[in-house]
């Protein structure tokens, strides 16, 4: 079965450079979530959308944004990297609100 | 603000002991409570549960919400080194919205 599909799986990164993740949900899956996991943390969440609509901000720093596309695939942007963005980040689906599927997720470093 | 807190912070037996893991939860609406098995990748998901206490199963896991307590457990029986992992339980409070996890328990099974 197919599943979120999620990258680059490795980013490494210098301070103040941008960054850009990408997710591929699901095929008919209309949500997708973005969660940051610093280590040895649990996921916390990010922002989400409903067909192609933010639908729930949570704790998204300003300097990162994020979309999702008419094919459903969404992209997190990150500008002005700090050290502090150093993570693993998580992308999940979901359709019609149902149980959320995690990607692999995309490990950032940043240096 | 919802809380979601998971006993214990981690556990170390031997294959073929039988362990439970517990989540507590605090929040405002409850719609249903999520079990996550996370190895070093995405968390794969395991259960869904809702108010209606009905318990689930699979294979040698099995997991039940008591809506009185505001608890779930997650059993596993004759564990294996397979199972080792970090076991996250999650709230979502409605349809759609984004999860909010426990810190997870981190589960090692020694051969």
């Known amino acids: 079965a197919a599943g979120v599909i999620q990258s680059p799986r490795h980013l490494i990164k210098e301070k103040r450079e941008t960054a850009t993740l990408k997710c591929y949900p699901i095929?008919?899956?209309?949500?997708v979530y973005w969660y940051q996991q610093g280590p040895g943390q649990d996921p916390q969440f990010l922002i989400s959308f409903y067909e192609k609509m933010q639908s729930d901000k949570g704790s998204i720093p300003d300097r990162f944004s994020a979309q999702q596309f008419s094919d459903y695939h969404s992209e997190l942007n990150m500008s002005s990297l700090e050290l502090g963005d150093s993570a693993l980040y998580f992308c999940?689906?979901?359709?019609?609100?149902?149980?959320?599927?995690f990607g692999a997720g995309t490990r950032l470093s940043v240096l | 603000e919802d809380k979601v807190v998971q006993s214990p912070l981690s556990l170390v037996v031997h294959e073929g002991d039988t362990v439970t893991l517990n989540c507590s939860y605090e929040?405002?609406?409850?719609?249903?409570l999520l079990w996550y098995k996370q190895e070093k990748k995405a968390p794969t998901f395991l259960f869904m549960l809702t108010s209606s206490g009905i318990e689930k199963k699979s294979g040698r896991l099995s997991s039940i919400l008591d809506k009185k307590e505001l608890s779930s457990i997650l059993n596993i029986t004759a564990t294996q080194t397979g199972d080792s992992a970090i076991y996250l339980c999650a709230h979502q409070e409605t349809s759609g919205s984004r999860l909010t996890f426990g810190e997870g328990t981190q589960l090692t099974v020694n051969p």
């Open positions: 929040v405002t609406n409850f719609r249903s």
């Open positions: 999940a689906s979901s359709r019609s609100g149902n149980i959320q599927y």
């Open positions: 095929p008919r899956h209309d949500t």
